[in-house]
């Protein structure tokens, strides 16, 4: 054993032994300025919790910190990513990290001490990032002045590392397990410095996720997976047609089925639920419930009406979005002009795990398990569904079966907690796949006129992209649509770095009964398909190489400029292939993060399409677990590719034709592309999201990539209605 | 009482013959780990083992399971320790994680058959849908636990 490390054991057992004989509160005299000012937990009148640095931190006396987790694990990895950035400023062992997801109730309690819990908008890292590496900072400076008021030392003197501070001139050292209790009462330090990436030792790594084991033994429990003494189970039918409602319904027809408890109207009249005592009891007699609905006006709406209507609106003027420079007099000026109208389905999320909510909803309150988005929307919604204040609800947050932005509804929350108030036990609501398809917020149905108008010499001189669609600010939060123009519609038109000096960017809103909603990338899930597939047209137009071509109007951006740069090298741009092959490229930024794809395909005889190489580079700015960030990739050019083939949800007599995987085909195993990840990352200030950006430009790129195999330029979504034959 | 053999166990089961298989194991065995996901053969997330070979559960009757021997995802090990659970966690396969009993009872039963399984008879054997989209770690992880160098 060296000198230097039978000091530091030395050291450590004193302090332990110290810590104890104190009860575990001071330890070794220390002097302890500021008591209680540092826990939340003291303000809010509740006796803190041993080790507790603050509502993030808990540093047990055993030396494992535990690391609180607000946003929803639903695949995305911020379960691991967000203890991550924790941890890095905390400079912890990362070997003894555990992480817990925040308990929704005390951020109840404690005036929003969590901040959000909603997940949505590639928020967890680029949406906390400030306020978890403060937390983790301010927590380390708490530890080594403790260390340092024990020794009778200046704080400056000692250095933290690895879940130990040290006096570096005398060695002497102190775990953060034995230093906790003491540090939790000195008052936390106001502007810590973060540390900067060059010398992350945590964060920027990417060690194994903490979710993953659970998930490879069936331990992991999903919100489907929820047990609860004397539960019982629930089948729902809502109107298939939206906004439709219950006339009347047969209930002696199943009542007398096995295991059949009771048939319930849900409040609204919008749905039926039967309970029993297992699921496919109530299943069964669900589906051997007779119900009459009326369906009102909406019955009567189709597919074509509503697509008419989109028609319609691209030749009303619309209202302004972006408009630079003078689009109609350089247009009317131009050499040559391009024009086209693009087109992009509704689309439903299709989550693995089909919607549900187990609640239970006694004289004390109500308390649900449940996979969701939000936890604290969860809680809202169980309150006002039982009609109880927020204190008086528990959730129980489980993993996430999948999300996509459609957990972050609670219907199925309102609907259980619904059922049970009506049962007096508690239920679990398990919606049928053909319920989840037919009962989704969807993705919304929006086209798009693109003009752009070139000189002589190839040169973009006149711009114009108007988008006329469904918004989803009108229908989920309306005072968000700001002077008739909803930002998620056209985010991926105007807002992209493009020069462009003589432009026109517009929105039509043409709304349906058709429910939507936030859908992976949401708005650059059409207008980067719509966008960067018209850029390509354009570029070929002007005779010019689509990377060339973009090259030009990226110039003033140094960032866009390398993420087109690295993924023409990586994706081998220019490399001749062989023939019934192409390569395309897109770009796109959205949710903070720009993202750009070289697709490269194969069309054969036959018109079959195989996407056979995809290269993403991306630059979230940071990058807090590479591998999580290449699972993403991978996972949105699945998601991409899966709506971009198959995906198209249509509307007869005012209900989804679509129904189960049968007739709403997803990507599977063997039409999987060779999907490689690279970063290029910009740093500094800018932190962008992970979860959605890398499917947005994906369907362009592949668009383009068959453009270049066989001639044929796809204006409109889904590919499984486009015939690629070439001959 | 219907007799169902599964992971080595014998239960007296007290449901319905033609209750299928999925719900018989989730809600009166209480083994979760096998899931639902379209209930109609479609998706795969309902994957067990009967005699070793894979079925949907969903779609499979309880009477029609008789003596069969089932083995359900908490079969596969007590620890985790199995080399397609092992090659799963090595190469971080799962994202939501909500298919993926599916997906390794569906590997597991291919390199029963396939010890070194051809991309070819990967791709026909790994028929599970994954909204995450985590094939390509699936395909690694199947390398992985055959010992294929990719
Ligand atoms: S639930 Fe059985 S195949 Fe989908
Ligand atoms: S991991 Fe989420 S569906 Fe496969």
């Known amino acids: 054993m060296t000198t230097m490390n039978k000091l530091a054991s030395v050291t450590r057992r004193e302090f332990v032994a110290g810590s104890a004989a104190t009860g575990g509160g001071l330890a070794l005299g220390f002097h302890l300025p500021g008591i209680g000012a540092a826990n939340a937990q003291v303000s809010a009148g509740l006796a803190p919790m041993a080790g507790e640095m603050n509502a993030w931190i808990v540093i047990g006396k055993d030396d494992t910190v535990t690391i609180r987790v607000h946003r929803s694990e639903m695949g995305q990895g911020s379960s691991t990513a967000i203890p991550q950035l924790v941890a890095e400023e905390l400079q912890c062992d990362w070997s003894k990290v555990r992480m817990e997801f925040a308990s929704v109730m005390r951020h109840i309690r404690e005036n929003k001490v969590y901040v959000s819990f909603s997940t949505g908008g590639s928020q967890a890292i680029r949406g906390s990032h400030v306020y978890l590496r403060k937390a983790g900072a301010t927590a380390r400076e708490m530890l080594i002045r403790a260390a340092a008021l024990g020794w009778g030392v200046p704080p400056a003197d000692c250095r933290a590392e690895k879940g130990v501070v040290t006096h570096v001139a005398s060695g002497r050292k102190a775990t953060y397990g034995a230093l906790a209790d003491a540090a939790a009462k000195i008052a936390p330090p106001a502007d810590v410095p973060f540390r900067a990436d060059a010398v992350w030792n945590i964060a920027g790594q990417s060690p194994p996720r903490f979710d993953v084991p659970a998930k490879v033994d069936g331990s992991a429990v999903f919100g489907m997976d929820v047990k609860v003494p004397g539960m019982v189970h629930a089948s729902i039918k809502q109107s298939p047609v939206f906004g439709g409602k219950v006339q009347s319904y047969d209930e002696a027809k199943v009542k007398s089925m096995p295991g059949v408890q009771a048939v319930v109207k849900l409040p609204g009249d919008g749905a039926v639920a039967v309970v029993a005592e297992r699921y496919w009891q109530a299943k069964t007699a669900m589906d051997a419930l007779p119900i009459v609905w009326d369906e009102g006006e909406n019955g009567k709406v189709s597919q074509a009406a509503i697509i008419e209507r989109l028609k319609a609106g691209l030749n009303e003027p619309g209202v302004k979005v972006r408009h630079d420079g003078d689009f109609d007099g350089a247009y009317a000026k131009a050499a040559k002009k391009v024009e086209a109208e693009y087109f992009a389905p509704f689309l ?38 039982a009609g109880v204040p927020p204190d008086k609800v528990k959730v129980n947050l489980m993993y996430l079966g999948g999300g996509f932005g459609r957990r972050g509804r609670q219907d199925y929350v309102t609907q259980a907690v619904g059922i049970a108030k009506q049962v007096g036990k508690p239920v679990k609501l398990i919606w049928s796949r053909e319920e989840d398809i037919q009962h989704g917020f969807y993705r919304p149905i929006s086209m798009g006129r693109l003009q752009a108008g070139l000189d002589a010499q190839g040169n973009l001189m006149a711009y114009a992209h108007k988008v006329c669609g469904q918004s989803i600010f009108a229908y989920l939060l309306p005072h968000l649509v700001k002077d008739g123009v909803d930002a998620s519609s056209v985010d991926g038109t105007h807002n992209q770095a493009y020069k462009m000096d003589n432009c026109k960017f517009d929105f039509v809103m043409r709304n349906s009964h058709v429910p939507v909603g936030f859908w992976r990338s949401v708005g650059s899930s059409q207008n980067a398909f719509i966008t960067e597939s018209f850029i390509d047209e354009v570029a070929h137009a002007a005779g010019k190489d689509p990377v060339e ?38 770009i796109n930024a959205c949710f903070g993060s720009i993202t750009c794809h070289v697709a490269e395909v194969t069309v054969d005889a036959r018109g079959r399409l195989k996407v056979d190489r ?10 807090v677990h590479p591998d999580n960030i290449a699972a993403q990739n991978e996972s949105g050019v699945v998601y991409a590719l899966t709506a971009m083939m198959h995906g198209e949800i249509t509307i007869k007599d005012g209900r989804v034709e679509q129904s189960n995987f049968d007739n709403y085909p997803v990507l599977m195993f063997d039409q999987m592309p060779k999907v490689e990840s690279y970063l290029s990352l910009t740093q500094g200030e800018w932190w962008g999201g992970v979860g959605e950006p ?34 | 009482m219907i007799d169902l053999k599964v992971n080595g166990k014998l239960h007296q089961v007290d449901a319905a013959p033609d209750t299928p298989l999925l719900w018989v194991l989730r809600d009166n065995l209480g083994l979760t780990g096998t899931k639902y996901g379209c209930g109609i053969a479609q998706c795969g ?6 005699n070793g070979q894979p079925v949907r559960a969903c779609v499979t009757k309880l009477a029609a399971v008789g003596n069969g021997a089932v083995v359900t995802i908490e079969g596969l090990s007590n620890d985790k320790s199995h080399k397609v659970q092992e090659a799963w966690i090595a190469e971080q396969v799962p994202q939501c994680g909500y298919c993926q009993s599916g997906q390794i009872m569906a590997a597991v039963a291919l390199l029963q058959t396939a010890p070194k399984p051809t991309d070819a008879q990967i791709e026909a054997a790994m028929t599970n849908i994954c909204r995450c989209g985590t094939y390509q770690r699936v395909r690694k992880a199947i390398y992985r636990a055959a010992g294929i160098k990719a």
């Open chain 1, 694 to 727: 890398s499917l947005a430009p994906l369907m362009a790129a592949v668009a383009n990539a068959i453009f270049a195999a066989t001639g044929k330029r796809i204006r409109s979504l889904p590919l499984k209605n486009q015939d690629l034959k070439t001959a």
């Open chain 1, 549 to 586: 071509f973009r090259r030009g109007l990226l110039a003033h951006n140094k960032s866009w400029t390398n993420c087109l740069n690295m993924a023409a090298e990586k994706g081998d741009w220019g490399k001749p292939l062989p023939k019934g092959s192409g390569r395309g490229i897109a």
């Open chain 1, 348 to 385: 439903d999320h299709a989550c693995m795990e089909p919607m549900n909510c187990t609640a239970s909803v006694t004289a004390g309150g109500v308390e649900v398990w449940v996979s969701t988005q939000n936890a604290e929307g969860a809680l809202a919604a169980a309150a006002e569904a």
């Open chain 2, 45 to 50: 997330a309902c994957t067990v083992h009967i």
């Open chain 1, 614 to 623: 995809v290269v993403v580079v991306l630059d979230s700015g940071h990058a």
